[in-house]
């Protein structure tokens, strides 16, 4: 967690340096001035959407999970795995309600129209680490804390610890909404955005590296899928229904952030292309 944070505040410095390098204010801006302007329009384009669409269908996924842990906990039909269980067991249903839900998200003309997005977020991650300590505080009080602890890292397999590097590295994912995120910050300086950064990377790493290790110490191995490791026999139905629907919201949130670059790059693509089409056509006629 600290060496992601570390390299994900690093390769914001090195996005801010570009920029005032090139005097560009943009990803793909600064892609033409480093390796052509058709090359890197076309690389940095194509590059941005990939990543952004692929975080937007992660989280879309995430909320999903979530969402069947709260069908299972609602129905028990869906608790018991029928194949032939109601529309409402399924995942990739709560991933069209979650697409459905943020579409209204999804035609937002700027960064500064998601605020409100980014606020339901940072109340639904608040809640969700109050109750992840929360209940560490209770079973230590209680003598309920998990007895299969390990200090150093024990993956079962190769494969799960190879996971945890794309864990790592999610968080520098987002430097493709960074300069769109500049943008739209009231007193636009480099020295604003590098305290932003700052703080925000902090944040971060406090707030996971509390979840990660209260969760730990309350679960033990079972830990590493807090939603499934909570359940309404531990917390009660109330808390848990507000638990994982804080993770949901945290999830369903960040889609719009990822979404909104990669769709500004696609029109932009598809503008040009249509441009070009019609500049070759009317080159044809005359």
Known sequence: MAISGMLSVFLAELILRAKNISKKESIIEIGQACIGKKTGYFVVSIINIINNLGLAITYLAIFSIAGTQVSKAMFDECAAGDESAAIYCEQWAYTLVGGFLILPFSFAKSMDALKSSTLVKIIALTIFCLMTISYCVYCYFTDKLAK??????????????LGTINIMTMSCAFHYNYLSMYKSVKGKKDSNMRKATNNGMLAVVVINLS???????????????????????IIGYPLFYLYNFAFMASALMTVPIVFFDARNCLLNMIEKSTTTKKSKIGADDE
């Open 211 to 233: 979840v990660a290790v209260t969760g730990y110490l309350a679960f033990g191995k079972n830990g590493a899928n807090l939603l499934r490791a909570f359940s309404p026999s």
């Open 148 to 161: 299969d602890i390990h200090i150093g890292p024990k993956f079962p397999t190769v494969i799960t610890g």
